[in-house]
């Protein structure tokens, strides 16, 4: 992702909704924690954006989850969090989240779905721009009529034509003040709608233009698997997934997730105690804890006798003399 113009700004990426459309994978994380080849998908979009850039993520579903993680990910980082509490069931919708996170938004914005990643230029939001690609199956999204590089229409789901282009949820809000009045002018519609609502204001008004985007959907199982083999590198860690737990590599350091918190309470008592032994342990949550990588490779990939001979002689200073009052033996048979 390349700027053009470094000067921090204010990023929404909301978070609230469940995630449905991935199933299983979101029965213990938010959707915007799905792993990406190694990385959440809210970790891909942080890197999208300059280091000065201030994010609002409005919470929901699993919620506490994304602080924790963007909290030990991100400490030199400004995030803002809120609380959506109605984000499922009749009355909710992306409208509902957008409007707790208002109050830190009264200046140009740039609106990013949690399961949109995109590669192209990024700038200042200093002009109504909404985002596009291409995708086989537009219908599948929400649609944009160009004309000159002005929308001049935003269709809903079903509704594509032969030239629409398919809208990535990726928005940058110069006028602000006409997004707010809007949203709240919509009641319900723009509960449902979201972010959709207020921008077809801005094309009937003509403010709204288009910029084309490699887009990498993670909304839904077959794009995410898409957008995970791309990423994908040769020489990456082959880490077994799990449903209830995850591992991740962040800015030269480690993320352990487990949905189990005495998992990680152990864990980093056993760091503890272990000391030296084991990666030390930087910082921790109920369900998380970091460390910095080791660079290496396991030892079954480079095996040989010097190496194991390395080994046994530096594990004389781990193990220690057992007590001879404890029956060793039937122990290690049990």
Known sequence: MTTTDKKGYKVLIPTAGTGSRLKELTKYLNKSLVDISGKP???????MFPKECEFIVPLGY??????????????ERKFYFTFVKKYEGKGSGLGLTLLSAEKYLQEPFVFCSCDTIAEGEICYPNRNIIGYASKENKNLYRTL?????????LLEKGEATNTSMPYIGLAFIKDWEIFWREMHKGGSEAVKLGE??????????GILFSKEYKWFDTGNIDELEKTRKYFKKNN????????DEAIWFIEGKVIKYSNNKSFIKERVERAKY???FVPQIINSTDNMYIYKEAQGEVLSKIQNI????KLLIY???FWKPINKSIDFQKICKK
């Open 196 to 205: 959709s609502y207020p921008l077809r204001k801005f094309v009937e008004n």
């Open 274 to 276: 272990l000391k030296d």
């Open 306 to 309: 010097e190496l194991f001979k």
């Open 41 to 47: 998908a809210i970790s891909r979009i942080i890197d």
């Open 145 to 153: 009529d160009i004309k000159n590089g002005k929308v001049i229409s």
């Open 315 to 317: 594990s004389k200073t």
């Open 62 to 75: 699993k919620g506490e989850l994304v602080e924790q993680f963007l909290k030990l990910a991100y400490p």
């Open 236 to 243: 990456a860690p082959n880490i077994l997934p799990k449903q």
